[in-house]
């Protein structure tokens, strides 16, 4: 469905105007990997379309879908800081998700948009500290068919 492929473009304009100056925001895992902090949106899913009502015409359907953000952060030896700075991450992605449930009209049939769940991996290498995060964004909508 469009419909959540329009949320996660939403989702992505948002957060790219909210992340602090330093972190790299892009649509997909394409980015500059010399930069010490990133955050781009991964895989999109439909999980579940289901259909409300039995009319003739058009027929609305309930979808809803997952969109995962992922973020890295690398830090010159020190493993609390790189978690915490994707933890400040994670907070940007929340703070995006409610600025668009407060703003649904711009995508249209867009219902609710919330994480869902996060992970958080974090290592020591010889290069320093890195910390990973994926963020599991429910979008939920409606659509006519």
Same mark, same amino acid.
């Given at each position: 469905?469009?419909? %959540?492929?329009?949320?996660?473009?939403?989702?992505?304009?948002?957060?790219?105007?909210?992340?602090?100056? *330093?972190?790299?925001?892009?649509?997909?895992?394409?980015?500059?990997?010399?930069?010490?902090?990133?955050?781009?949106? *991964?895989?999109?899913?439909?999980?579940?379309?289901?259909?409300?009502?039995?009319?003739? *015409?058009?027929?609305?359907? /309930?979808?809803? *879908?997952?969109?995962?953000?992922?973020?890295?952060?690398?830090?010159? #030896? /020190?493993? %609390?800081?790189?978690?915490?700075?994707?933890?400040? %991450?994670?907070?940007?992605?929340?703070?995006?998700?409610?600025?668009? /449930?407060? /703003?649904?009209?711009?995508?249209?049939?867009?219902?609710?948009?919330?994480?869902?769940?996060?992970?958080?991996?974090?290592?020591?290498?010889?290069? #320093?500290?890195?910390?990973?995060?994926?963020?599991?964004?429910?979008?939920? #909508?409606?659509?006519?068919?």
């Amino acid at each position: 469905m469009a419909l %959540i492929f329009d949320a996660k473009v939403a989702l992505f304009e948002t957060l790219k105007a909210t992340v602090p100056t *330093g972190v790299q925001c892009t649509f997909a895992e394409t980015g500059d990997t010399a930069r010490r902090k990133s955050v781009w949106l *991964g895989a999109t899913t439909d999980d579940d379309l289901a259909p409300v009502a039995m009319r003739s *015409g058009a027929k609305p359907t /309930n979808v809803t *879908g997952y969109v995962e953000a992922h973020a890295v952060v690398t830090t010159p #030896g /020190n493993p %609390i800081d790189a978690e915490r700075s994707v933890y400040e %991450i994670r907070d940007h992605v929340k703070a995006a998700c409610a600025a668009l /449930n407060a /703003n649904l009209a711009s995508v249209p049939g867009l219902l609710d948009v919330r994480p869902e769940s996060a992970s958080v991996e974090s290592t020591e290498t010889t290069d #320093g500290a890195y910390a990973a995060l994926t963020v599991r964004v429910r979008v939920r #909508g409606r659509v006519y068919q």
